[in-house]
Structure formats: structure tokens, C-alpha cells
């Protein structure tokens, strides 16, 4: 069973540019949520794509955008870079996610830095 | 609307010696709660979790947590301490209903040290 990978692993942007994050969901899994981590933070939810459909969102502006696509892969999208911006973006998968209960599998992260 | 409240950012004990990790959370519906530990340059690791079923919790690596729902809270203990414990724990809280939809609450973390 392969695990949650993202790519890429780091990754270097000017303010302004655009960003594109990549994230492969556990097999059988059809959620995948993104979250964002600042630096000495937790974690915080931007957003969850359920079966391809944004199925909830955090208080994240609509630069932030997303994708899922039918094989449940995912991608983040990140327009008019903010020197805030910069954080560990985590993704995670999970079986029907809008259920609290269920676990959500999370992948080792891609580290954006905006200078 | 659900919160998570990490008591104390950074806890040092010695190896062998129990482990108390505090939360106390706050959530409108039937919460479900979970600590996931981070190590350094590794993904989050669900240590355990609670969804309205026995109050306590058995999770990994000898960890548990027990939910009080009077006091609202959701510590993490172990009894003793190994090195390789030492990492950033985070208490999450999650609920479905509310218009939430299972999206995960995180504190703001604690950082467990052990020393030798």
C-alpha cells in the first residue's frame, strides 16, 4: 500500500509568481484535504476535495485555489505570491473525510519559501 | 465553533518518567479528537483517537489519552519516556454536522524533550 506523496519537496518563489503543489492520495482513499503550516504553528485547514468537488474550505483567500482529479490525486494552486505565503503545505487523504471520525493520512509536506 | 487549546508549548521530562501532554477543547457538536505527533522533517502520525466510544484511549508506542467531556479535556500521557519520543504533539479536534465537514482543528503544538 503506497502512502500519501507530495511534490515537490521545496520549492523557491518571488512574491508575486504563481505556485503549483502536487499531492497523491493513499490508494483507495477518495478525500483529499490541504492544510497549511507556518513556522512554530499547527497546522490549518485550507481546503477539502471530496470525489473531485471542493467540500469545504478554511479562511483562506480565493488565490488558493484546487483541483482533484478522478484518480483522487490533488493539487494546490497559489496565485499573486504573499511573502506570508511561506509554510510547509501538507496534504492528506482519507475514505469519505466529511466524516469526523475518520483518520486522514498525511504526506511529509512540501516547503514553500517566497522571498 | 470548535477549538483546540495546547496548555503548555513545551514540556521537558527525563527518560523513564511519565509523560503529560494537556488539551482542552472546545466544539458546538459530538467532537471526534486526536493527537498527531510530528517528528522533525517527517509527516504528522496519528497517535490516537477518540469518536464517542470508550473514554479511554490506547494509542501507539505506548501512548493514551482520556476525553472528559466535564472538563473538556483530552490529555496525552505515557507512563515512561523514551528518547525517540521527543517530537511536536498536536491535540486536533474534528466535527462533522455545523456545516463543518471533517475538516481538522489543530493546537498550536507542544514540544516534548527528553532527557537522557
Known amino acids: 500500500e503506497t502512502g500519501v506523496t507530495q511534490s515537490p519537496t521545496h520549492l523557491i518563489k518571488t512574491r508575486g509568481q504563481q505556485v503549483t503543489l502536487r499531492c497523491s492520495s493513499q490508494s483507495g482513499h477518495n478525500t483529499v484535504s490541504w492544510y497549511q503550516q507556518a513556522l512554530g504553528q499547527g497546522p490549518q485547514f485550507i481546503f477539502q476535495?471530496?470525489?473531485?468537488?471542493?467540500?469545504g474550505r478554511g479562511n483562506f483567500p480565493p488565490r488558493f485555489s484546487g483541483l482533484q482529479f478522478p484518480n483522487y490525486s490533488s493539487e494546490l494552486n497559489v496565485n499573486a505570491l504573499e511573502l506570508d505565503d511561506s509554510a510547509l503545505y501538507l496534504c492528506a487523504s482519507s475514505l469519505d473525510g466529511f466524516y469526523s471520525y475518520n483518520e486522514q493520512f498525511f504526506g511529509p509536506g512540501t516547503r514553500l519559501t517566497v522571498l | 465553533a470548535q477549538s483546540v487549546t495546547q496548555l503548555d508549548s513545551h514540556v521537558s521530562v527525563s527518560e523513564g518518567t511519565p509523560v503529560l501532554l494537556r488539551c482542552n477543547y472546545s466544539?458546538?457538536?459530538?467532537?471526534?479528537l486526536f493527537w498527531y505527533v510530528q517528528h522533525p522533517n517527517k509527516g504528522l502520525q496519528l497517535l490516537l483517537k477518540?469518536?464517542?466510544?470508550?473514554?479511554l484511549v490506547k494509542g501507539i508506542n505506548g501512548f493514551e489519552a482520556e476525553f472528559k467531556k466535564s472538563e473538556t479535556s483530552f490529555h496525552l500521557t505515557k507512563p515512561s519516556a523514551h528518547m525517540s519520543d521527543a517530537a511536536e504533539y498536536f491535540c486536533v479536534v474534528s466535527e462533522s454536522g455545523g456545516g463543518s465537514q471533517g475538516n481538522l482543528i489543530f493546537g498550536k503544538g507542544t514540544k516534548l524533550s527528553v532527557k537522557p
Open positions: 477518540y469518536t464517542s466510544a470508550a473514554t
Open positions: 466544539s458546538s457538536y459530538s467532537p471526534s
Open positions: 476535495y471530496y470525489r473531485e468537488e471542493e467540500n
